[in-house]
């Protein structure tokens, strides 16, 4: 196991020549920018490092500009940074190494809809709201859902997941196709909109989850389904964590098609109701929707409520119609805000492990013991269906002391985790952040296996350098 | 578009230097063979192409053996060609540079089954029957069905799918990790046994479908499902082809779940009543199974009852008890070897396109009309749920001019497929008889990638040369 990884950057910046930034200038105007407060804002995401901005920032309209970048870019060996909203939470967006930060936020159109074949083809930057609402319409949704209004670009990326995954899955299988910007600056189709394909390797995976460090993806083909019939969202209460644990598990192990599944933990009850006013009793709670027909909805919940009861689940309450259900999972999708603006002057660390379901019970134990013991401030939120959960602890900005105790308190759980033969990070990504955990999870092997992967597509190291492994 | 494929194999053997072949008869004694038998058995496939043998073939019982050989293979710089149960369709086994062959067969361990995690390890030569058989105890099972009894090795290798991906996804999906000996014999793991993961690269999936040209899979961690508590199977029987994928379609955009959607066409149910005597009804049928609780099967298979009046579709027939289905499920499984019975000294040449499903009524009608034209026998069978099927022209042995007539229909069903934003192979992989095709499906510059994985990862192109692209 490595040391926990070090919160102090390595800034190594690849300059950028005057010559690349003149020809940057010349192609895209206003859109290529060095202000300060442009590039602060680029060179920082949701983790806890400080600012890194890159040397410019391009804002990008469609794929051929990004292409143009990239040459450059590689004609210069200077890095680039795609960036979508910036909601990443592990370091993803710092400019380590300087560079140019490719923009893809108003790359917002949606390039094609196919409702009769359930696909859909969108430009990066469309951010999952836009995309629903665009598709809505046609009786349709696209279900993952990280809790940010985050880019589909960035989703894809970083392999994003998060409430639905349980019954939809990740992006991993929800992503069909890219359009990609390869390192040197050409435009590549990876997939088709066939739901299945055994066509060579597979290229969309290999971007998806690649994190910016193999190309720029400025397209996304999806999957999209069909609203269901019937949706019915209910809370429980339980007396403790393990208790909801518990029923978790159960509800896994017998297939019951849960749509979502979320723990919130006590503190986590508590911030919500102190930033949302909803007025939750405060207890650990489950938060769960259910997706089916008329039937099958009222089917699943019984089974639900059945397992409930046999762990002391109570006052089981249902929402059933859209509102009571957007107020629940808002505040839900708000816990991470809230724990900030309920503790102020802190920022957050937190927590990404994923295990197999039968060992979720005892990781959780374990890390609640520990944060308690810590005396800092924590939540705990999760998707727990999948076996994912967040541990959050809240640490003073400028608290060195707390936030070494925080990283500790995550490097031990992490190693849990492994042990327990799951991951350190479910959705999250490993950015700069979980760049020692990576070696500890997958082996010095697969690691190298990595690193050739991302020497062979990335020979001048331009994307997004620094991140995920050393190379 | 380029040529149909050359069925003439270019063979240009690397020869076993006689120290490896010492080296290897040491190590493995009897278990190292050279005998014709035993090589012409592994130097073929399912596949209409001529015996390809390799030099020697290794039975190998451990990822330690299996690493060994690769690790003699990548000092003399020799081929390897991992073996499972030789089901595959398109050349992949075919020694077109001679090498050893690596035979899995006997690595039939299930290594790890956690039925509370609904996951399971196996060695490579473990079969999805075999691997059902294991876990029927537990009341838990396997979904991916190939129709052959694969390895899970191979499956694996080729991405494969079949009857059940509809509802249960393909190899992509439903692979956790695996266990691989790299081109220069290391042995590395891929994933965990958690859920999701976004921990770097999707080293699994860069494998699921490598077709052995990358690394031999050693060991598949896999997940399963809860064997459902009602189980239905229906058939229906339609006037004309259209008619049943235009119920398929309707079936697929209304989100019913159902778990097997097949379409056999009037040929296909005349070569299996001949060969199986069910006393089918002898018109185009779908097939189909339902999956879920009492309740909610009954509900699918009302739905499914009314789409299917609406197109004419009659005589539903169900088949509830377990004898009946696998009775049914039998039958369609050996469509392949009923066609090749009912028509003696003929091979099968099939195709394996996949469209979006809104297209799937257009590429049938278009296929129907050029295979009734051409005056070759040849019957469809279809994954039709997800807009993949197979058309199979059983052409005479020895008959090069019939053999090129089919050849050049299956080059333009491709061309169609590709045109509707389709790929030419949902299941089957490139092997040597598609690798035309890929360029065609994926264009230069992604195959290009996919040279530069294979060139990094295996610099002296050892594993399984000559596939899915030339160098």
Redesign the interface.
């Known amino acids: 196991m490595n040391a926990p990884h070090e919160l102090q950057l390595r800034v190594e910046p690849r300059p950028v020549p005057a010559a690349m930034l003149e020809a940057l200038r010349q192609r895209f105007g206003e859109r290529c920018s060095t202000a300060r407060a442009v590039r602060e804002q680029h060179g920082r995401d949701e983790s806890p490092y400080p600012v890194t901005p890159p040397e410019v920032v391009v804002f990008c309209d469609s794929t051929e500009e990004v292409a143009a970048v990239v040459a450059l870019a590689h004609q210069h060996a200077v890095p680039v940074i795609p960036y979508g909203t910036g909601s990443s939470l592990e370091g993803h967006l710092l400019a380590v190494q300087g560079g140019v930060c490719v923009d893809v936020s108003r790359m917002t159109q949606i390039v094609r809809l ?1 409702p ?4 859909v083809t969108v430009q990066a930057g469309v951010t999952r709201e836009q995309l629903n609402q665009a598709v809505r319409d046609q009786g349709l949704f696209f279900p993952i859902d990280p809790g940010a209004n985050a880019s589909l670009g960035g989703m894809a990326a ?4 998060g409430t639905n ?1 349980v019954r939809y ?2 992006m ?2 929800n992503v069909l196709g890219l359009t990609v910007v ?1 390192a040197s600056g ?5 997939g ?12 969309t ?2 971007f ?3 994190e910016g460090t ?1 190309g720029v993806i400025t397209e996304v083909t999806l999957k999209l ?2 609203l ?1 019939e019937a949706v019915s969202a209910a809370i429980c209460h339980f007396a403790d964590v393990r208790s909801a644990v518990g029923a978790t ?1 159960q509800i ?4 019951v098609p849960v749509a979502r599944c979320e723990l919130l933990d006590l503190n986590a009850v508590r911030f919500i109701n102190g930033q949302s006013k909803l007025g939750l009793r405060e207890s650990p709670m489950l938060l769960m929707e259910f997706h ?2 008329e ?2 909805v009222k ?1 699943q919940a019984e089974t639900v409520q059945g397992i409930a009861a046999e762990l002391g689940g109570e006052d089981f309450q249902w929402a059933t119609t859209p509102e009571d259900r957007t107020r629940l999972w808002t505040a839900r999708h708000k816990a991470y805000f809230a724990g900030m603006t309920q503790n102020p002057g802190c920022r957050t660390v937190t927590t ?1 492990t ?6 979720l019970a005892e990781i959780i134990d374990d890390s609640v013991r520990e944060a308690d013991a810590s005396g800092l401030p924590y939540y705990i939120v999760g998707h727990v269906g ?3 959960f967040h541990l959050a602890y809240l640490v003073k900005e400028d608290d060195a002391t707390q936030r070494a105790v925080a990283e500790n308190l995550s490097h031990r759980m992490v190693q849990k985790a ?1 042990a327990l ?10 950015g700069l952040h ?1 760049m020692g ?2 070696v500890d ?3 010095v ?3 190298d ?2 690193r ?2 991302k ?3 990335d020979p001048r190291n331009i994307m997004n350098p620094g991140k ?2 050393s190379l």
Request: glycine share 12%; charged share 25%.
């Open positions: 196919n009769e074949d359930l696909t970083t392999r994003a997941s995954a899955g990740t991993r299988e390869t050409e435009v590549i189709r990876t088709t909109r066939a739901r299945k394909s055994s066509a060579g390797y597979d290229l995976r290999l998806v989850g690649s193999l389904y069909p269901p598990i896994i192990q017998m297939g089916g027909s039937a099958s089917e990404d994923c295990v197999p379901i039968s060992r999948d076996g994912n492994i033969e799951g991951t350190c990070t479910g959705e999250h990504g490993i979980k955990f990576l999870e997958a082996g092997g697969a690691v296996m990595m050739t992967l020497r062979a597509l995920i492994f």
